[in-house]
């Protein structure tokens, strides 16, 4: 178990990233494909159902006995806030109401975030479009891990330790690899978050607030769920930096399981993706996929060949314009 990952170093390369090429030659070849995008008219109602069934769990799990609280954050509350922050990541590609109505995405987005608890939809937004714009951008893309993290957790014991805190990596990265000024959207998204979890504990006590909270943790650390993390763009065959999944879970998650065809057509929102698939199936049949996170984070774990710095970088050149 204390075997040292032999990998020193991310994989620096030094060519663009595959997804732009690969979308003008599909587009090229089929046009039709424009049609899949623009808003998903079903999200929103999706998204208010979600937030209404999380409301009612906190009214639920208020009477509970502490053993059934963390029961129940585990087995649905963490599921369900997990979902919801793969929401907010099909709004912030302004997938709800179009791009035509761009800040209504934003504010529907700090409701969608209300049930999560902490705030986190406005800076997503920022940094999550210079992940796709930059992919592997060294001092740009927040997705990649610190040095740190490739450094230090460089055994199993301590890659299962890093997983399961991935959430709190995850926030600091961003002040750490690429800080950015705050902006007012993302002072009125912590206002009115911490102003819901004052309003819930002064209301129902501290269950539904420990509910919410540790049920968001949980669900982005070790949780069947968070293989995605991995799953996406941690470089498991040399040569491939992003990979699709394409198994059940997509059910919960938006789709987001299919990461080549998302990096390729961004614009098409998650319930479209299969769609992409199915009429450009020659570009995606032979890329390598998933069908199963959990084997994606136990092999992770257990293959001394892969950590944290298992990600492809590339040195940016020329202007970079970032959110």
Request: include cysteine; charged fraction near 20%.
């Amino acid at each position: 178990m204390g075997n040292r990952v032999v990998r020193e170093d991310f994989e620096w390369v030094y060519t663009d990233q595959p997804h732009a090429d690969r979308r003008k030659e599909i587009l090229a070849k089929y046009p039709e494909i424009k049609s899949l995008m623009g808003p998903d008219h079903r999200l929103k109602w999706i998204v208010c159902t979600m937030v209404a069934v999380q409301f009612l769990a906190f009214y639920l799990v208020k009477d509970l006995s502490w053993k059934w609280v963390l029961f129940w954050t585990y087995a649905f509350g963490s599921c369900i806030n997990h979902s919801m922050t793969l929401a907010i990541h099909e709004i912030s590609h302004n997938t709800a109401f179009g791009n035509i109505r761009a800040k209504w995405n934003r504010w529907f987005a700090i409701f969608a975030n209300l049930p999560i608890g902490l705030p986190y939809s406005a800076s997503f937004k920022r940094y999550h479009l210079d992940h796709h714009r930059y992919l592997g951008g060294d001092g740009v893309d927040v997705d990649i891990p610190t040095e740190f993290e490739g450094w230090f957790f460089c055994t199993r014991v301590r890659k299962l330790i890093w997983i399961m805190f991935q959430p709190l990596f995850y926030a600091v990265r961003p002040l750490y690899i690429n800080p950015k000024p705050i902006s007012h959207l993302e002072v009125v998204n912590t206002a009115i978050q911490l102003a819901f979890n004052a309003v819930l504990y002064w209301f129902w006590g501290a269950k539904p607030l420990v509910y919410m909270m540790m049920g968001s943790l949980l669900g982005m650390g070790l949780h069947p769920i968070s293989g995605h993390f991995i799953a996406e763009h941690y470089m498991f065959l040399k040569g491939h930096e992003t990979y699709s999944y394409y198994g059940s879970l997509n059910l919960l998650t938006f789709n987001v399981g299919y990461h080549n065809e998302h990096h390729d057509f961004p614009s098409i929102p998650g319930r479209r993706l299969p769609m992409v698939k199915e009429i450009a199936g020659e570009y995606y049949r032979d890329l390598p996929c998933y069908t199963s996170w959990v084997k994606v984070l136990y092999d992770f774990i257990m293959d001394d060949a892969l950590s944290p710095y298992s990600r492809v970088k590339r040195h940016l050149t020329g202007d970079i314009k970032q959110e």
